[in-house]
DNA sequence: AAGTGGTCTAGACCACCTT
DNA sequence: AGGTGGTCTAGACCACTTT
C-alpha cells in the first residue's frame, strides 16, 4: 500500500489492533467463522501473509482458532481445553477435575473499598457479590466469592442465585459480550476461619491456599474479581512456566 | 483399518529440532551468537524464511534471543528478565523480591523412592541433595530441599555447601550445560512441621505454602526436583494465564 | 557502508475439510 | 473439485548496530 505513514507500528500490529476492535464489537459473535484470509487481506489492502500473522498472533493469544481446510474462528469457552484453560486445580494423582458449584448467596451490593481498589472502579459503586462452594468428588473443597463490575453486566442481578451456570466465563461471553482474555492469580496459604471452617468442614486454622484471581477482558478492562479459598488434601495447584 | 499415518515434519520444525541439538550439545555456548540467518540457511539448504520461523520458535522458547541488527545468540539467566523468569514470589505490594540463600546442608545420597520417582530415574540412584533456607528483608521465609540426579551433574559433590551461588541456573548451564528450558509446579497449602517451625520460626501448624517444582532442559529431562515451603505474612504467588 | 534481523510482498505447492 | 489454512520460496525494502 502506499500510504506513507508516520507510524511506527508494523502494518500486521495495525491489522491485529482493527481485529481486536472488531472482535471485541461484537462483529463476528463467540464460535463463528471469519472471512478468509485473502478476503479479509484484500479488504485491509495487504498481502495474505501480512493478515496471517495477525491471525495467528491472535490465535497464540487464544482469541481465535484455526482450523486447517475449514476457517478461523472466534474463540468460546466451550471446548474442553478452554474449559481447563484457567482452571489450575487438580488432583494430586495429575487428573482434572470438573468442580460442582453450589451458590450460597448472590446479590447486589456497594463496593468494598478492597474490592474498589481490585477492580478498579470507583469506591461505592454497584457490584453484583457470589458466594459459593465447589465440591469435587461430593466433598466441599473450596469456598469462593466472585465480584462482578454491574456496569458492565447490567441486569446480572436479575439472574436467581440457583440459575447461575458452572463455568462463568462462558455466560459472561454469550449474554455480555464480555471475551475474559487473561487472568492474574495471587496465592498464598492461609488458616481456615469460621466461615470456611463451616462451609468446607475443616477444624479453624487449618491451611488453606487461597487464590486471588482478577480476570482481563481482551482490552485489558478488570471484568472480575475472585477469591477462592481451597481445601489442598487431595488437590493441587498445578502451573507450567516456560 | 489399521490406517498408517504418514509422518509429516514441516522443514523448520526439522530445522529447529537439529538446532535444539546442537545448542544441547554445547556447539554454540550460551550467550555466544549463531551465524547469520542467511549463513544457516545457505548451510540447512533451505530459504531465509524456513530458518527464520525455527529460530523465531526457540526465541519463544526463551531458547535464543534476537538483536536486531546485531544476531542471534543462546540465551543465559544472567539477564534480570531471566533471573525472575521462574522466580513467582513476590511481595504482597506487588515489588519484586531477590532472596538470599543460606546453605543448611550439602550432599551426595542415594535417591528416596519420592525423588526417583519425580526425577525419573531409577530407585537408589545418586543423587546430589541440598537443604537451604531463603532469607527476604532478613527474616527467614523458605525452607526449600533441592535434588539433583549426580548422572546429570558429575562431580557436583565435589562443591561444598557454602560455595553454592545463589543463582543454580546460570551454574547448571554455565558448569554442566544443563539449559532449563521449563518448569512444572505444584502447589497447596501445609501444615508447618518440626523443622519449617524451627527454621522459620513460626508456630507448629502455621499455614505455608508449599511449591513442588520440577525442572526440565531442552529434551524434556527431569533435571532437578525442588520443595520449597513458604510463609507467605508478606509474600505471594504470582501467576499469569493468557 | 556493510551486515544483521524485521517487515512485506507475490506466488507456488501441500494438507485438510466440505461438497 | 473447490475452498481453506499451512508451508516454502525468492526477493525487496526498512530499522538497527557496528565499522
Not at 474449559?83 to 463496593?111: E, N, Y
Not at 484471581?213 to 512456566?241: M, P, W
Request: charged letters at 30%.
Amino acid at each position: 500500500m502506499a500510504a506513507a505513514k508516520p507510524k511506527f507500528l508494523p502494518l500486521y500490529q495495525q491489522v491485529k489492533a482493527s481485529l481486536i476492535k472488531r472482535i471485541s464489537a461484537g462483529e463476528w459473535p463467540p464460535g463463528t467463522f471469519l472471512p478468509s484470509e485473502t478476503a479479509l487481506a484484500e479488504k485491509y489492502g495487504v498481502s495474505q501473509g501480512t493478515l496471517r500473522k495477525a491471525l495467528i498472533e491472535l490465535t497464540n493469544e487464544r482469541c481465535l482458532v484455526r482450523y486447517q481446510g475449514k476457517g478461523t474462528a472466534v474463540a468460546t469457552f466451550e471446548s474442553d481445553q478452554a474449559l481447563f484453560r484457567f482452571l489450575r486445580i487438580r488432583r494430586k494423582d495429575g487428573k482434572k477435575v470438573q468442580p460442582v458449584s453450589l451458590a450460597v448467596s448472590a446479590r447486589a451490593d456497594a463496593a468494598t473499598p478492597e474490592e474498589s481498589k481490585e477492580l478498579r472502579i470507583a469506591n461505592g459503586k454497584r457490584v453484583y457479590r457470589m458466594e459459593r462452594i465447589r465440591l469435587i468428588d461430593g466433598r466441599a473443597v473450596v469456598n469462593e466469592v466472585i465480584t462482578l463490575p454491574l456496569e458492565l453486566f447490567p441486569g446480572f442481578d436479575s439472574i436467581g442465585p440457583s440459575n447461575l451456570p458452572n463455568t462463568l466465563y462462558d455466560l459472561y461471553q454469550k449474554s455480555y459480550g464480555v471475551i475474559v482474555a487473561l487472568v492474574e492469580e495471587r496465592l498464598d496459604a492461609v488458616a481456615a476461619d469460621a466461615a470456611d471452617a463451616k462451609r468446607l468442614k475443616v477444624p479453624l486454622g487449618y491451611p488453606l491456599l487461597r487464590i486471588l484471581r482478577l480476570a482481563f477482558d481482551l482490552k485489558g478492562t478488570v471484568v472480575e474479581l475472585r477469591d477462592s479459598r481451597c481445601v489442598t488434601d487431595s488437590l493441587e495447584y498445578s502451573n507450567e512456566i516456560r
